[in-house]
Each structure stands twice: as C-alpha cells, then as structure tokens.
C-alpha cells in the first residue's frame, strides 16, 4: 500500500466513517505530510503519517488527544478525529485549516514594516495565555520552533500546530524538540519534555518575537561556528555546547562574553524596552538556564503579569511620534529613534496598575478594578481636537463618571463624553483612579 495520500483520494473518519477528498499538499515533514480536505461543502486540513516502529504507540496518543474534545485554548489547532485510508498505509488526523493569514514568526519580523509595540506585546499574552491553559489541562507541548508557530500580525492571533506532540508531563514522548528551542537539560539527555522544560522554550520564542534573535547566540557562539567545521557531528556538539552544557545569555550582566555581534538588531531591541521586562528575560537565561523547576523558570503568572504591564507602557515620542515604551524605573531615557529624552507621559494609576494615555491606549475593567476576569473597555484615549499633543478620554461604558480635576469642581462624564487628560481623581464606578 501507498504510504501518503494523493490528490483526489478517498478517506474516512475513525468514528464515523464520514468521507473525506484529498485536495492539494499543504506542506510535508519528517514525519508525513499536510493536505488540504474537503468535508461535505467545507475545507479542513489532514495530517497523515508514514507508517512507523511506533505507529501503535503514536496513534493512542493522537486518540487522546482526541478523546479530550476541545482544544485547552483556541489557539491550538487541535485534533478532530483520527483519518483512515483504505488504499494508504498508516493514519491521519483531522483539523482545521488555518487561514492564509497566520504567517510565520520570522517572516512578520523581517518585513520592512514591523508590526507594532501593541501588537507584538498582544501576541506574546495569546502565547502565554495559550501554553497556561495547555499546562492547566495537565498537558506539554515539547516541541515549539518556528514552523509549529504562526501569527497574525494584524489580529494579533495565535496559530499553534503540530498539535501531535503534545503529551501529559511523564507521558511517552516522540520528539524531545526542535534544536536551539530545547531546554539545555534536555540537549544534555538529563530530562524529557515537561511543562518546566516548555517554559524555557516559551521564553526563547517570546525573545524572539521581543528581541528579534536568540537569547544564547552572541559572540561567543558565533566564533565557534566556523567553516572548517560542518557536518552533523559537529553541528550537534556544537548545539551540545553552547545551548546545553555551557549557555550563556546575550545580556547576561555578569558576563559579556557573549554578547550579541556587533550590527546585530538585538543590540537596538533590547534598548528599547523597559527595563522590568529586562530583568524578566534576565531571570529566564541566568537562573533559568541553571535551576530547572517552576521556581527558576519563568511561569506563565509572571510573563502574563508582566506583558500586561508592557502593554499598559506603550507611548508615543513627543518630539518624532515613534512608537516607544514608557520605562517607569529610568526617568529621561532616550528615544530609540531620535535619542531626545523622553518627558513622562500623562498616566492613570488604579487597582490594575498604572496606564500610559496614549493615543489608541484603552481603560479596561481590569485597569479600574484589578478584575481578572475577561476586561471591558470603558474608555479610550483620543487625540485631542484643539491641543496638538494632548489627548481626551471618551467614555464608552454604560455609566457617568464622577471626575475632580485638581482645582476645578467635581463634574460628570456621561457615556460618549469625551474628558481632557490633565491631573484629577475618577471615579468610573465601580473604580477610583488618579491620572497624574
């Protein structure tokens, strides 16, 4: 029997029997290839596997996976049902088919036009959000790389494959990782793939998106790499030494010996954001790399906490309008784009943290509150129509807020009103903020 599926071939769900017609390749890897499907009057897509030494022990697990109903989170492009073949030998699985729209990491992060600050910091919370709620179902995913991940960077969504990996912590594993993403305990054969080793791999794809290159490649690495020494072998001890036995971080503050080559873009990134999420990645490549549990590594608690505040810091350059990142702990930093220093911007302080007032920046439930449950917008800061680089707060909630500017008398914003950002206290019941 043929061990792949052709274009306009017959194949059957598992549990139903319902029938499916092979349309064009999508994509093919080491361990078999993507098609297109059609199903009744829709498209979905199907993996199907070559026939194996293990094909017993991989399919059980795929009907697990299955067996579990809903993805953890939508993010995940899930298993449906297992696929069968009367005329090719081995098995399928089921799934949606993700939408032209979701590119890879590399490709967003190497166009001409970056996505923006907001964007980048959203995509990151929808990739902690997703492996939080992966790791909460009991579940790892083990291999992350570049092609098992895409986004849409209009969106800002999250499109996470190759959903066959995935398996309970202690659970039978058929790939460890891909590569420069593997925790260094599991380069060194000293552990399998857990929810504490997916969490240095996390890290080094929220990196990536942030920083725009690997957290251990600098100097040091890059001068072991030399054309006299190709092939597997040494490409592997390589990968062994510098990312397992012997890692060192970019910017680790006590040693520089590897840090990024010059010209590298990470050398800007890195500048420009504050300097909390700095120290973030620093714990994630010092003691991360060294104490492989949940109290070295960095959970997805301190990530989603963390690019929240992130978000909430996105601000404009008052003397070139570029996008830059408010940095609470560095007062008078520079602008990474024109090296003027930048003023503090107006900022609205509450239960949930303190907010830049940013044009485009929104005052949700969580800001007012410090509920984590799903926010509600009820402000958004707009440009203000007679003052050149000031800006309003339009009330889209449901309620009148009660405002005291400082030295004016209380006043009342209902919904639609727009309200100058200067020094007050707000009451947007339910929450008292201050805007300084």
Known sequence: MDPLIRPGQQLRLARTGTPLTVEQRLGEGGQGVVHRVRLGESSFAVKWFRPGPRTAQFRACITDLVARGRAPHPAFVWPIDLVESEQSAGFGYLMRLVEPRFLPIPMVLNERQQPSFRVLTAICQELVAAMAALHSAGLCYRDFSFGNVCVDPIAAEVAIMDNDNVGTDGGEVFVKGTGRFMAPEILRDEALPSTVTDLHSLAVLLFYILVHGHPLLGVKVDSAYTWESGGNLAEHELLLEHFGRSPLFVFDPRDAANRPVPGDRMLVWWEVYPRFLQQVFTQAFTVGLRDASLQGRVTEGVWRRTLQRLGDCVSACPHCT???????????????????????????????????????????????????????????????????????????????????????????VAPGQRLAVRPMHIDFTPGRCRIL
């Open 322 to 412: 570029a996008e830059v990142f408010h940095d609470p702990d560095v007062r008078g930093r520079p602008c990474w784009a024109c090296r003027l220093p930048l003023p503090v911007p107006p900022l609205l302080e509450g239960p949930g943290g303190t907010l830049v007032l940013a044009e485009r920046s929104e005052v949700t439930t969580r800001h007012t509150t410090g509920d984590r449950g799903t926010p509600e917008v009820i402000a958004r800061v707009e440009r203000h129509p007679g003052r050149p680089g000031q800006v309003v707060l339009r009330n889209l909630g449901r309620r009148s807020w009660r405002v005291a500017p400082d030295g004016e008398p209380l006043k009342a």
